[in-house]
Protein backbone atom coordinates (compact mmCIF):
# COMPACT_ATOMS: atom_id res chain seq x y z
CA UNK A 1 0.00 0.00 0.00
CA UNK A 2 1.42 3.23 -0.93
CA UNK A 3 0.09 6.83 0.42
CA UNK A 4 1.02 10.06 -1.42
CA UNK A 5 -0.09 13.63 0.37
CA UNK A 6 0.11 16.56 -1.68
CA UNK A 7 0.87 20.13 -0.12
CA UNK A 8 3.66 19.76 2.99
CA UNK A 9 1.52 22.83 4.89
CA UNK A 10 0.65 22.32 8.67
CA UNK A 11 -1.76 19.38 7.97
CA UNK A 12 -0.14 17.70 4.85
CA UNK A 13 3.39 17.67 6.70
CA UNK A 14 1.81 16.28 9.90
CA UNK A 15 -0.18 13.56 8.27
CA UNK A 16 2.88 12.83 5.89
CA UNK A 17 5.21 12.33 8.93
CA UNK A 18 2.66 10.77 11.64
CA UNK A 19 1.84 7.99 8.57
CA UNK A 20 5.67 7.28 8.06
CA UNK A 21 7.13 7.35 11.33
CA UNK A 22 4.21 4.62 11.84
CA UNK A 23 6.14 2.70 8.66
CA UNK A 24 3.70 3.35 5.82
CA UNK A 25 4.93 3.69 2.29
CA UNK A 26 4.62 7.67 1.97
CA UNK A 27 5.60 9.94 -0.82
CA UNK A 28 4.81 13.49 0.68
CA UNK A 29 4.76 16.32 -2.58
CA UNK A 30 4.76 20.07 -2.79
CA UNK A 31 5.80 22.46 -5.55
CA UNK A 32 8.29 24.11 -3.61
CA UNK A 33 11.56 22.65 -4.07
CA UNK A 34 13.52 24.69 -1.64
CA UNK A 35 10.54 23.73 0.93
CA UNK A 36 11.11 19.68 -0.01
CA UNK A 37 14.80 19.96 0.30
CA UNK A 38 14.44 20.96 3.69
CA UNK A 39 11.45 18.89 4.50
CA UNK A 40 14.32 15.77 2.95
CA UNK A 41 17.19 17.01 5.32
CA UNK A 42 14.51 16.33 8.72
CA UNK A 43 13.66 20.38 8.83
CA UNK A 44 10.40 21.65 9.13
CA UNK A 45 9.58 25.03 7.17
CA UNK A 46 7.63 25.86 10.39
CA UNK A 47 7.50 25.54 14.36
CA UNK A 48 5.12 22.58 15.25
CA UNK A 49 5.72 20.96 18.83
CA UNK A 50 7.00 16.98 18.54
CA UNK A 51 6.91 17.48 14.38
CA UNK A 52 10.56 17.50 13.43
CA UNK A 53 10.92 13.89 15.64
CA UNK A 54 8.57 12.70 13.85
CA UNK A 55 9.57 13.80 10.48
CA UNK A 56 13.02 12.26 11.12
CA UNK A 57 11.64 9.00 12.27
CA UNK A 58 9.81 8.98 9.18
CA UNK A 59 12.35 9.88 7.00
CA UNK A 60 14.27 6.83 8.33
CA UNK A 61 11.66 4.48 7.33
CA UNK A 62 9.71 4.62 4.21
CA UNK A 63 9.43 8.13 3.07
CA UNK A 64 10.06 9.78 -0.14
CA UNK A 65 9.55 14.03 -0.45
CA UNK A 66 9.83 14.91 -3.67
CA UNK A 67 7.94 18.06 -6.02
CA UNK A 68 7.04 15.46 -8.85
CA UNK A 69 3.70 14.86 -9.21
CA UNK A 70 4.41 11.65 -10.79
CA UNK A 71 5.41 9.72 -8.30
CA UNK A 72 1.55 9.65 -7.54
CA UNK A 73 0.88 7.02 -10.29
CA UNK A 74 1.50 3.96 -7.93
CA UNK A 75 -0.01 5.19 -5.08
CA UNK A 76 -3.56 3.67 -3.55
CA UNK A 77 -4.25 7.02 -1.76
CA UNK A 78 -3.68 10.35 -2.79
CA UNK A 79 -4.70 13.27 -0.03
CA UNK A 80 -4.63 16.38 -0.96
CA UNK A 81 -4.01 19.05 1.53
CA UNK A 82 -3.16 21.95 -0.23
CA UNK A 83 -4.12 25.75 1.24
CA UNK A 84 -7.31 27.62 -0.29
CA UNK A 85 -6.91 31.25 1.00
CA UNK A 86 -9.04 34.04 0.92
CA UNK A 87 -10.27 36.19 -1.70
CA UNK A 88 -11.19 39.66 -0.99
CA UNK A 89 -14.73 39.28 -0.98
CA UNK A 90 -14.26 36.56 1.65
CA UNK A 91 -14.86 33.84 -1.13
CA UNK A 92 -12.26 30.79 -0.79
CA UNK A 93 -9.54 30.87 -3.66
CA UNK A 94 -9.67 27.45 -5.95
CA UNK A 95 -6.44 28.59 -7.81
CA UNK A 96 -4.29 26.32 -6.03
CA UNK A 97 -6.17 23.03 -5.87
CA UNK A 98 -7.78 23.37 -8.97
CA UNK A 99 -3.60 22.62 -10.71
CA UNK A 100 -3.26 20.19 -7.87
CA UNK A 101 -6.38 18.40 -9.35
CA UNK A 102 -5.72 19.32 -12.58
CA UNK A 103 -1.87 17.53 -12.12
CA UNK A 104 -3.05 14.87 -10.54
CA UNK A 105 -6.26 14.05 -13.50
CA UNK A 106 -3.01 14.61 -15.81
CA UNK A 107 -1.23 11.61 -14.23
CA UNK A 108 -4.10 9.75 -13.32
CA UNK A 109 -4.29 9.08 -17.27
CA UNK A 110 -1.87 7.47 -17.03
CA UNK A 111 -2.26 5.13 -13.79
CA UNK A 112 -3.12 1.57 -14.20
CA UNK A 113 -4.30 2.15 -9.90
CA UNK A 114 -7.32 2.41 -9.24
CA UNK A 115 -6.35 5.21 -6.43
CA UNK A 116 -9.28 6.97 -3.92
CA UNK A 117 -8.40 10.82 -3.88
CA UNK A 118 -9.13 12.50 -0.39
CA UNK A 119 -9.82 16.26 -0.30
CA UNK A 120 -8.46 17.52 3.49
CA UNK A 121 -8.48 21.05 1.70
CA UNK A 122 -11.10 23.40 3.18
CA UNK A 123 -13.88 23.72 0.46
CA UNK A 124 -17.22 25.18 0.48
CA UNK A 125 -19.98 22.96 -0.09
CA UNK A 126 -20.47 21.99 -3.68
CA UNK A 127 -16.90 22.51 -4.41
CA UNK A 128 -15.96 18.95 -4.98
CA UNK A 129 -19.35 18.09 -7.51
CA UNK A 130 -19.19 21.44 -9.07
CA UNK A 131 -15.49 22.03 -9.34
CA UNK A 132 -12.83 19.09 -8.64
CA UNK A 133 -14.91 15.84 -10.02
CA UNK A 134 -15.76 17.53 -13.30
CA UNK A 135 -11.73 18.56 -13.08
CA UNK A 136 -10.93 14.93 -12.42
CA UNK A 137 -12.74 13.49 -14.59
CA UNK A 138 -11.90 15.28 -17.84
CA UNK A 139 -7.82 15.56 -17.17
CA UNK A 140 -8.00 11.81 -16.47
CA UNK A 141 -10.32 10.79 -19.00
CA UNK A 142 -11.54 8.35 -16.47
CA UNK A 143 -14.69 7.60 -14.34
CA UNK A 144 -15.10 8.32 -10.70
CA UNK A 145 -16.53 4.95 -8.73
CA UNK A 146 -15.38 2.94 -11.30
CA UNK A 147 -11.49 3.76 -12.12
CA UNK A 148 -11.16 5.98 -8.72
CA UNK A 149 -13.00 7.22 -6.09
CA UNK A 150 -13.28 10.35 -4.47
CA UNK A 151 -13.68 11.15 -0.94
CA UNK A 152 -14.48 14.44 1.09
CA UNK A 153 -12.21 13.88 4.40
CA UNK A 154 -11.76 17.24 6.32
CA UNK A 155 -9.59 17.78 8.63
CA UNK A 156 -10.15 19.07 12.43
CA UNK A 157 -6.61 19.30 13.63
CA UNK A 158 -4.83 22.49 15.14
CA UNK A 159 -2.23 24.04 15.03
CA UNK A 160 0.57 23.49 17.94
CA UNK A 161 -1.25 20.31 18.23
CA UNK A 162 -1.04 18.85 15.27
CA UNK A 163 1.19 15.52 15.74
CA UNK A 164 -1.19 14.62 18.71
CA UNK A 165 -4.79 16.06 16.91
CA UNK A 166 -3.60 13.54 13.49
CA UNK A 167 -2.53 10.85 15.90
CA UNK A 168 -5.47 10.73 17.54
CA UNK A 169 -8.27 12.24 15.83
CA UNK A 170 -11.94 12.51 17.52
CA UNK A 171 -13.94 11.78 14.29
CA UNK A 172 -13.39 10.95 10.55
CA UNK A 173 -15.31 12.17 8.26
CA UNK A 174 -15.78 10.57 4.99
CA UNK A 175 -17.96 12.58 2.28
CA UNK A 176 -18.81 10.61 -1.01
CA UNK A 177 -20.55 7.74 -2.94
CA UNK A 178 -21.25 4.71 -1.52
CA UNK A 179 -19.15 2.52 -3.78
CA UNK A 180 -16.43 -0.05 -3.25
CA UNK A 181 -13.79 2.42 -2.96
CA UNK A 182 -15.69 4.37 0.05
CA UNK A 183 -15.52 0.66 1.61
CA UNK A 184 -11.83 0.81 1.04
CA UNK A 185 -11.71 4.09 2.77
CA UNK A 186 -13.49 2.82 5.99
CA UNK A 187 -11.09 -0.40 6.25
CA UNK A 188 -8.34 2.31 5.89
CA UNK A 189 -9.00 4.79 8.43
CA UNK A 190 -10.57 1.49 10.97
CA UNK A 191 -7.18 0.50 10.82
CA UNK A 192 -5.18 4.06 11.13
CA UNK A 193 -8.03 4.79 13.71
CA UNK A 194 -9.41 2.08 15.91
CA UNK A 195 -12.15 3.66 17.80
CA UNK A 196 -12.43 6.64 16.35
CA UNK A 197 -16.27 7.07 15.02
CA UNK A 198 -16.22 7.60 11.05
CA UNK A 199 -19.14 9.31 9.93
CA UNK A 200 -19.93 8.19 6.75
CA UNK A 201 -21.91 11.22 4.59
CA UNK A 202 -22.09 12.60 1.36
CA UNK A 203 -19.51 15.21 -0.53
CA UNK A 204 -21.38 18.31 0.20
CA UNK A 205 -22.39 17.58 3.88
CA UNK A 206 -18.87 16.83 4.66
CA UNK A 207 -17.51 19.93 3.14
CA UNK A 208 -19.98 21.63 5.28
CA UNK A 209 -19.17 19.96 8.55
CA UNK A 210 -16.05 21.34 8.26
CA UNK A 211 -17.43 25.27 7.92
CA UNK A 212 -20.17 23.86 11.01
CA UNK A 213 -17.15 23.11 13.07
CA UNK A 214 -14.71 26.35 12.69
CA UNK A 215 -17.68 28.87 12.92
CA UNK A 216 -19.29 27.31 16.10
CA UNK A 217 -15.77 27.69 17.45
CA UNK A 218 -15.74 30.89 16.50
CA UNK A 219 -19.15 32.13 17.66
CA UNK A 220 -17.93 30.37 21.55
CA UNK A 221 -14.91 32.50 21.28
CA UNK A 222 -17.47 35.74 20.04
CA UNK A 223 -20.20 34.33 23.05
CA UNK A 224 -17.06 34.27 25.74
CA UNK A 225 -15.62 37.93 24.23
CA UNK A 226 -19.09 39.26 24.92
CA UNK A 227 -19.93 38.07 28.02
CA UNK A 228 -16.07 39.41 29.21
CA UNK A 229 -17.35 42.86 27.98
CA UNK A 230 -19.97 42.58 30.07
CA UNK A 231 -17.96 41.73 32.75
CA UNK A 232 -16.05 44.58 32.49
CA UNK A 233 -18.93 46.93 33.78
CA UNK A 234 -19.63 44.28 36.85
CA UNK A 235 -16.81 44.89 39.42
CA UNK A 236 -15.01 42.65 40.83
CA UNK A 237 -16.79 39.79 38.25
CA UNK A 238 -14.46 37.40 36.38
CA UNK A 239 -14.94 35.92 33.01
CA UNK A 240 -12.67 32.70 34.12
CA UNK A 241 -14.83 31.53 36.44
CA UNK A 242 -18.32 32.00 34.92
CA UNK A 243 -16.33 30.35 31.66
CA UNK A 244 -14.94 27.75 33.84
CA UNK A 245 -18.51 27.32 35.27
CA UNK A 246 -20.99 26.86 32.58
CA UNK A 247 -18.33 24.58 30.80
CA UNK A 248 -19.03 22.00 33.43
CA UNK A 249 -22.30 21.61 31.95
CA UNK A 250 -21.98 18.81 29.31
CA UNK A 251 -24.76 20.55 27.00
CA UNK A 252 -22.23 23.42 26.86
CA UNK A 253 -18.31 21.62 27.16
CA UNK A 254 -15.48 23.76 28.68
CA UNK A 255 -13.29 24.56 25.85
CA UNK A 256 -12.81 27.36 23.46
CA UNK A 257 -14.01 29.21 26.40
CA UNK A 258 -11.55 32.06 26.89
CA UNK A 259 -11.68 35.08 26.94
CA UNK A 260 -9.23 37.59 24.52
CA UNK A 261 -8.33 39.83 22.13
CA UNK A 262 -10.36 37.81 19.33
CA UNK A 263 -9.48 34.62 17.47
CA UNK A 264 -7.16 34.97 14.73
CA UNK A 265 -5.08 32.22 12.63
CA UNK A 266 -5.38 30.93 9.39
CA UNK A 267 -8.56 29.32 9.74
CA UNK A 268 -11.09 30.67 11.83
CA UNK A 269 -11.35 34.19 10.15
CA UNK A 270 -11.15 32.68 6.42
CA UNK A 271 -14.17 30.32 7.02
CA UNK A 272 -16.30 32.59 9.14
CA UNK A 273 -15.60 35.14 5.89
CA UNK A 274 -16.05 32.36 3.55
CA UNK A 275 -19.79 30.66 5.19
CA UNK A 276 -20.57 34.80 5.10
CA UNK A 277 -20.15 34.91 1.71
CA UNK A 278 -21.54 31.32 0.98
CA UNK A 279 -24.59 32.00 2.89
CA UNK A 280 -25.34 35.65 1.45
CA UNK A 281 -25.07 34.32 -2.65
CA UNK A 282 -27.55 31.30 -0.94
CA UNK A 283 -29.77 34.04 -0.18
CA UNK A 284 -29.56 33.12 3.57
CA UNK A 285 -29.25 36.28 6.02
CA UNK A 286 -26.18 35.29 8.16
CA UNK A 287 -26.94 37.74 10.95
CA UNK A 288 -25.77 35.28 13.82
CA UNK A 289 -22.30 34.32 11.90
CA UNK A 290 -22.01 38.20 11.17
CA UNK A 291 -22.51 39.45 14.52
CA UNK A 292 -19.59 36.85 15.69
CA UNK A 293 -17.53 38.49 13.60
CA UNK A 294 -18.44 42.20 14.32
CA UNK A 295 -17.79 40.95 18.13
CA UNK A 296 -14.06 39.69 16.85
CA UNK A 297 -13.68 43.17 15.38
CA UNK A 298 -14.79 45.11 18.34
CA UNK A 299 -12.61 43.23 20.62
CA UNK A 300 -9.65 44.89 19.33
CA UNK A 301 -11.21 48.29 19.08
CA UNK A 302 -11.93 48.04 22.62
CA UNK A 303 -8.20 47.19 23.67
CA UNK A 304 -6.77 50.11 21.74
CA UNK A 305 -9.90 52.79 23.35
CA UNK A 306 -8.57 51.59 26.40
CA UNK A 307 -4.95 52.26 25.61
CA UNK A 308 -5.83 55.69 24.35
CA UNK A 309 -7.69 56.73 27.50
CA UNK A 310 -4.78 55.83 29.49
CA UNK A 311 -2.00 57.15 27.45
CA UNK A 312 -4.07 59.90 25.49
CA UNK A 313 -2.44 61.00 21.87
CA UNK A 314 -0.48 57.16 21.03
CA UNK A 315 1.93 59.50 18.68
CA UNK A 316 5.37 58.50 19.88
CA UNK A 317 4.09 56.18 23.02
CA UNK A 318 6.63 53.64 23.53
CA UNK A 319 4.05 50.31 23.78
CA UNK A 320 5.22 46.72 24.23
CA UNK A 321 3.71 43.88 22.64
CA UNK A 322 4.37 40.42 24.64
CA UNK A 323 3.26 37.75 22.22
CA UNK A 324 2.68 38.32 18.13
CA UNK A 325 2.15 34.61 17.12
CA UNK A 326 -1.46 34.42 16.88
CA UNK A 327 -1.75 31.26 19.78
CA UNK A 328 1.57 29.69 21.99
CA UNK A 329 3.20 27.26 20.83
CA UNK A 330 3.32 28.61 17.23
CA UNK A 331 5.78 30.67 14.92
CA UNK A 332 2.53 31.41 12.80
CA UNK A 333 1.73 35.03 12.66
CA UNK A 334 -1.24 35.28 9.89
CA UNK A 335 -3.93 36.80 10.84
CA UNK A 336 -2.98 36.65 14.15
CA UNK A 337 -4.95 39.74 16.27
CA UNK A 338 -1.47 40.86 18.04
CA UNK A 339 -0.53 42.15 14.46
CA UNK A 340 -3.74 43.48 13.23
CA UNK A 341 -3.02 45.43 16.60
CA UNK A 342 0.60 46.29 15.92
CA UNK A 343 -0.85 47.73 12.33
CA UNK A 344 -3.36 49.89 14.34
CA UNK A 345 -0.88 51.02 16.52
CA UNK A 346 1.59 52.08 14.07
CA UNK A 347 -1.13 53.86 12.16
CA UNK A 348 -1.62 56.10 15.55
CA UNK A 349 2.88 56.97 14.91
CA UNK A 350 3.33 54.52 18.42
CA UNK A 351 6.80 53.38 18.99
CA UNK A 352 6.44 49.34 18.75
CA UNK A 353 8.08 47.24 20.58
CA UNK A 354 7.53 43.36 20.06
CA UNK A 355 8.69 40.44 22.12
CA UNK A 356 7.52 36.57 20.91
CA UNK A 357 9.37 33.50 21.91
CA UNK A 358 9.02 31.68 18.53
CA UNK A 359 7.57 34.18 16.37
CA UNK A 360 10.09 36.86 15.95
CA UNK A 361 11.70 36.19 12.44
CA UNK A 362 8.36 35.63 10.69
CA UNK A 363 7.19 39.34 12.79
CA UNK A 364 10.56 40.90 11.17
CA UNK A 365 9.46 39.71 7.59
CA UNK A 366 6.27 41.83 8.11
CA UNK A 367 7.21 44.49 9.79
CA UNK A 368 11.23 45.15 8.89
CA UNK A 369 12.41 48.07 10.65
CA UNK A 370 9.11 49.55 11.30
CA UNK A 371 9.04 48.51 14.58
CA UNK A 372 11.63 47.53 17.61
CA UNK A 373 12.72 43.52 18.39
CA UNK A 374 13.31 42.55 21.76
CA UNK A 375 15.66 39.95 22.91
CA UNK A 376 14.63 39.51 25.97
CA UNK A 377 11.15 40.36 28.51
CA UNK A 378 13.30 42.62 30.28
CA UNK A 379 14.49 44.33 27.30
CA UNK A 380 10.92 44.91 25.89
CA UNK A 381 9.59 46.11 29.25
CA UNK A 382 12.55 48.84 29.70
CA UNK A 383 11.32 52.66 29.29
CA UNK A 384 7.59 50.76 27.53
CA UNK A 385 4.99 53.28 28.48
CA UNK A 386 1.86 50.32 28.33
CA UNK A 387 2.33 46.95 28.15
CA UNK A 388 -0.02 44.72 26.30
CA UNK A 389 -0.08 40.36 26.59
CA UNK A 390 -1.43 39.35 23.54
CA UNK A 391 -0.24 35.78 23.71
CA UNK A 392 -0.72 33.18 26.44
CA UNK A 393 2.30 31.93 25.81
CA UNK A 394 3.55 30.32 29.15
CA UNK A 395 7.11 32.49 29.67
CA UNK A 396 4.76 35.63 30.04
CA UNK A 397 3.17 33.67 33.39
CA UNK A 398 6.31 34.17 35.00
CA UNK A 399 6.51 37.99 34.95
CA UNK A 400 7.65 39.48 38.32
CA UNK A 401 7.07 43.24 39.95
CA UNK A 402 10.60 43.34 39.46
CA UNK A 403 10.50 43.06 35.57
CA UNK A 404 8.17 46.26 35.53
CA UNK A 405 10.34 47.81 37.51
CA UNK A 406 11.67 49.74 34.49
CA UNK A 407 8.62 50.79 32.96
CA UNK A 408 8.45 54.34 32.10
CA UNK A 409 4.33 54.30 33.04
CA UNK A 410 3.41 51.37 34.94
CA UNK A 411 0.33 50.45 32.79
CA UNK A 412 -0.57 46.97 31.91
CA UNK A 413 -3.56 45.14 29.02
CA UNK A 414 -3.49 41.21 30.38
CA UNK A 415 -5.85 40.26 27.13
CA UNK A 416 -5.66 36.36 28.67
CA UNK A 417 -6.06 37.43 32.68
CA UNK A 418 -1.92 35.74 32.86
CA UNK A 419 -1.30 37.87 35.66
CA UNK A 420 -4.38 38.53 37.39
CA UNK A 421 -2.82 36.63 41.14
CA UNK A 422 0.15 38.45 41.28
CA UNK A 423 1.02 41.82 43.24
CA UNK A 424 2.98 43.54 40.95
CA UNK A 425 2.43 47.00 41.72
CA UNK A 426 1.11 48.72 37.86
CA UNK A 427 -2.18 49.71 36.76
CA UNK A 428 -3.58 46.61 35.57
CA UNK A 429 -6.23 46.18 33.10
CA UNK A 430 -7.26 42.78 32.05
CA UNK A 431 -9.84 41.65 29.55
CA UNK A 432 -12.59 40.11 31.39
CA UNK A 433 -12.28 41.51 35.06
CA UNK A 434 -14.35 43.83 36.65
CA UNK A 435 -11.66 46.18 38.17
CA UNK A 436 -12.67 47.40 41.43
CA UNK A 437 -11.55 50.99 42.16
C1 LIG B 1 -8.76 25.88 14.03
C2 LIG B 1 -9.68 24.78 14.60
O1 LIG B 1 -9.63 24.81 16.03
C3 LIG B 1 -9.26 23.38 14.10
O2 LIG B 1 -10.17 22.40 14.56
C4 LIG B 1 -9.25 23.41 12.57
O3 LIG B 1 -8.83 22.16 12.04
C5 LIG B 1 -8.31 24.50 12.08
O4 LIG B 1 -8.75 25.78 12.61
C6 LIG B 1 -8.37 24.53 10.58
O5 LIG B 1 -9.45 24.80 10.03
O6 LIG B 1 -7.38 24.18 9.93
P1 LIG B 1 -6.28 26.72 14.66
O7 LIG B 1 -6.41 27.71 13.54
O8 LIG B 1 -5.03 25.95 14.78
O9 LIG B 1 -7.46 25.62 14.57
O10 LIG B 1 -6.49 27.56 15.99
P2 LIG B 1 -7.44 27.50 17.28
O11 LIG B 1 -6.80 26.71 18.33
O12 LIG B 1 -8.82 27.14 16.87
O13 LIG B 1 -7.41 29.01 17.73
C7 LIG B 1 -7.94 30.04 16.89
C8 LIG B 1 -7.97 31.36 17.60
O14 LIG B 1 -8.95 31.36 18.62
C9 LIG B 1 -6.67 31.78 18.28
O15 LIG B 1 -6.44 33.13 17.99
C10 LIG B 1 -6.94 31.58 19.76
O16 LIG B 1 -6.22 32.44 20.58
C11 LIG B 1 -8.43 31.90 19.82
N1 LIG B 1 -9.11 31.28 20.98
C12 LIG B 1 -9.24 29.94 21.07
C13 LIG B 1 -9.63 32.10 21.97
O17 LIG B 1 -9.53 33.35 21.92
N2 LIG B 1 -10.27 31.52 23.04
C14 LIG B 1 -10.42 30.18 23.13
O18 LIG B 1 -11.03 29.72 24.12
C15 LIG B 1 -9.90 29.37 22.13
Redesign the pocket.
Known amino acids: MKIAIIGLG??GLSLTSVLASKGYNIVGIDIDREKCDKISNGISPFFEPKLEKVLKNGLKKKLKISNKYSLINNCDFIFVTVGTPQNVNGSINLSIIKKAISTIGENLQKSKKKPIIFIKS?IIPGTIKKVILPILEKKSNKKEGKDFGLISNP??????SAIIDTKFPHVVVLGGNQTEFMKKAKKLFTKLHPNVPIINTNHQTAEMI?YA??SF?AT??SF??QLSNICQKIPGANIDDIGKTIGLDPRIGK??????????????PK?MKALINFANISGINPSLLNAVEEINIKQLEQIISIIKQKLGDLASKKITILGTS??PNTDDIRD??AIELIKKLLKKKAEIIIHDPKAMKNTKKQFEEKINYAKTINDALSKSQCVIIM?QWKQYEKLTKKQFKYMKTKFVIDCRRMLVKKQLDVDYYAIGLGKIN
Do not use: W
Open positions: FVTEFLQESKNNLKIINLFLNAGPGYGGSCLDFKSIT
